[in-house]
């Protein structure tokens, strides 16, 4: 099961910072954050993780939580093309190196 | 940037027959997996491959699933006998042993059993 609590939607304006948030209460000290989206039925696609310190990619930034235990995700210029569920997953570790799990994710609506 | 390719896109099929869904993962990467998404729900982890044996599997991974690498390019799976509840969307993803260990998702094939 996921290890993670998202809300299930959320409404962004165009041009605005979309803000989704993350609860990982159980997230053990060596399990990384991971957020991937889904476009439509597209494959999933990265987007960043992180461990312990905020990161920040061409795509978006990733601020966690000094505890660890909640995180959120933050588009800072949304776009219509950013309408897509996003996925919080904590990755555990497995035989096969490394599970990622997906829950419900969040259902992101861009409006303009 | 690389890609993961499945074919086919979309492939339709009696209940009870054999299907193979077909993956060419990213060239320098090790770790392969499957996924499925029954439409309308979550995106399911089904199996991870490595050095040529299933690492994991879940429930929904039966002895009717099966996978395979037969050349150095190419991941499949194999459902022996379809059952109607096997319609879904299958991801195949693939991922190296660097750059933050983030899989790479296929754009999938969609399985419609009738």
């Known amino acids: 099961d996921a290890k993670t609590t998202q809300p299930p939607s959320m409404d962004c304006a165009e041009g605005r910072a979309a803000n989704l948030p993350c609860n990982h209460s159980t997230i053990s000290g060596n399990e990384y954050v991971y957020w991937y989206r889904q476009i439509h039925s597209q494959g999933p696609q990265y987007i960043i993780h992180g461990l312990k310190n905020n990161e920040t990619n061409e795509m978006a930034s990733l601020i966690i939580t000094e505890d660890r235990k909640s995180s959120t995700l933050i588009l800072p210029h949304a776009t219509l093309r950013d309408t897509a569920v996003y996925y919080c997953?904590?990755?555990?570790?497995?035989?096969?190196?490394?599970?990622?799990?997906f829950g419900a994710g969040t259902r992101l609506f861009v409006k303009a | 940037e690389p890609e993961v390719t499945q074919t086919p896109s979309h492939q339709v099929t009696q209940m009870g027959q054999e299907v193979i869904l077909r993956c060419v993962p990213i060239s320098n990467h090790l770790y392969f997996y499957w996924y499925r998404q029954i439409l309308g729900q979550k995106v399911e982890f089904l199996v991870s491959?490595?050095?040529?044996?299933?690492?994991?599997k879940s429930e929904i991974f039966d002895d009717q699933f099966s996978v395979e690498r037969p050349d150095g390019s190419n991941f499949t799976l194999k459902i022996r006998s379809t059952k109607l509840e096997d319609s879904a969307m299958y991801f195949c993803a693939s991922r190296g042993t660097g750059g933050g260990e983030k899989l790479f998702f296929g754009s999938g094939t969609q399985l419609s059993v009738l």
């Open positions: 997953i904590v990755r555990v570790a497995s035989p096969g190196g490394f599970k990622t799990i």
């Open positions: 491959f490595y050095n040529n044996e299933i690492s994991e």
